[in-house]
């Protein structure tokens, strides 16, 4: 079992950056694969990003690909996103989740086991 916990989220102006955590119980956490994604109102949640339990692979979606980075800390049992010249069209709740799975399915949402309760972004232009 893992249960995750965001934060780091607020309100930036276009063109700041923040940086979200996401904080892991459970001695799990470092065989798991952890994923970002994000949903704006009236949208279905969309991917972000995935790091693979060692962190030796990442992928990014395209919209925010040169702009954010992800990591992670297993000693800390937390992942990392680093977001850096953010858009209006970030703004969103963003959520981190887990699960054991390969890069190839790093963006189908179903595919994740564990999900945190979200942090809003809000990104003002």
């Known amino acids: 079992q893992v249960q995750l916990v965001e934060s780091g989220g607020g309100l930036v102006q276009a063109g700041g950056s923040l940086r979200l955590s996401c904080a892991a119980s459970?001695?799990?956490?470092?065989?798991?694969?952890m994923g970002w994604f994000r949903q704006a109102p009236g949208k279905e949640r969309e991917f972000v990003s995935y790091?693979?339990?060692?962190?030796?692979?990442?992928y990014y979606a395209d919209s925010v690909k040169g702009r954010f980075t992800i990591s992670r800390d297993n000693a800390k049992n937390t992942v990392y996103l680093q977001m850096n010249s953010l858009k209006p069209e970030d703004t969103a709740v963003y959520y981190c989740?887990?699960?054991?799975?390969?890069?190839?399915?790093?963006?189908?949402?179903?595919?994740?086991?564990?999900w945190g309760q979200g942090t809003q972004v809000t990104v003002s232009s």
């Open positions: 459970g001695r799990a956490f470092s065989r798991n694969a």
């Open positions: 989740a887990a699960g054991a799975i390969a890069r190839i399915y790093a963006a189908l949402r179903d595919r994740y086991e564990y």
């Open positions: 790091i693979s339990w060692s962190g030796g692979s990442i």
